[in-house]
């Protein structure tokens, strides 16, 4: 089945700098990579997604590319903010596109 | 309805018992997802919905666990004769159509059930 690797488990960034998030899969049929966002007690949010049609996605401070051939994708946020601070993870679809894999997640801390 | 909703949100109960976690998706969304989370790591697929139907019920970890959706809307799993080692936060997902080729379909999240075996 898909294995999804995610890197870094955590990530501390001083307010106002970057944050990268990698992620790498082994299953060359899979087609469609969304990133959740998960808050302390609550299920997991979306927060961009992204399909194997395209190699970058962007909306407002966040982005999402894709190497298809690689077999990875990172989540970029710009301009950290407090309110980022959270546990965030990539998934990628199965081969039949029911099921999703997800990473281990990461431990994103916004440094006010 | 507004989002995916999930009750009990906390279920505490001992070994050997027999629990019920029930799910209701977004109205109109006829695919369903069960996924289990351990302190710590990602979601892991349980079962597949499409309609009243089991799909894919390939996560399953063994015969204890059981789920329904008969109606086509709320789903209930059902863990019989727990274990400390099924203590988990039980997710569940809805999307509005099945997952798969060209156009997966984002799936949204509940809150989650917090079970805890003792």
């Known amino acids: 089945g898909e294995n999804v690797e995610q890197h870094p488990s955590t990530l501390s960034v001083q307010e106002g700098d970057s944050a990268v998030i990698k992620c790498t899969y082994s299953d060359s049929a899979s087609n469609y990579f969304p990133w959740y966002k998960q808050e302390l007690g609550k299920g997991p949010q979306l927060i961009i997604d992204i399909r194997s049609n395209v190699g970058e996605k962007k909306d407002q401070r966040i982005a999402v590319t894709l190497n298809k051939t690689a077999k990875h994708f990172s989540l970029h946020i710009t301009e950290t903010q407090p309110e980022d601070s959270a546990v965030y993870f990539c998934a990628a679809s199965g081969p039949t596109g029911n099921q999703f894999y997800f990473g281990t997640g990461t431990s994103l801390t916004v440094i006010p | 309805g507004a989002g995916v909703s999930q009750t009990p949100s906390n279920k505490v109960t001992e070994k050997g018992k027999y629990v019920e976690l029930r799910c209701d998706p977004i109205?109109?969304?006829?695919?369903l997802y069960w996924y289990r989370q351990s302190l710590g790591q990602g979601p892991e697929f349980l079962i597949y919905?499409?309609?009243?139907?089991?799909?894919?019920d390939s996560g399953l970890p063994n015969d204890r666990f059981f789920a329904v959706r008969p109606e086509g809307s709320v789903s209930t799993l059902k863990i019989q004769r727990t274990e400390r080692g099924d203590s988990a936060v039980y997710l569940c997902?809805?999307?509005?159509?099945?997952?798969?080729?060209?156009?997966?379909?984002?799936?949204?999240f509940g809150p989650g059930t917090r079970l805890t075996v003792l």
């Open positions: 997902a809805s999307s509005l159509t099945p997952a798969g080729g060209p156009s997966t379909d984002t799936q949204y």
């Open positions: 919905f499409q309609g009243t139907g089991a799909a894919d």
């Open positions: 109205s109109g969304h006829t695919a």
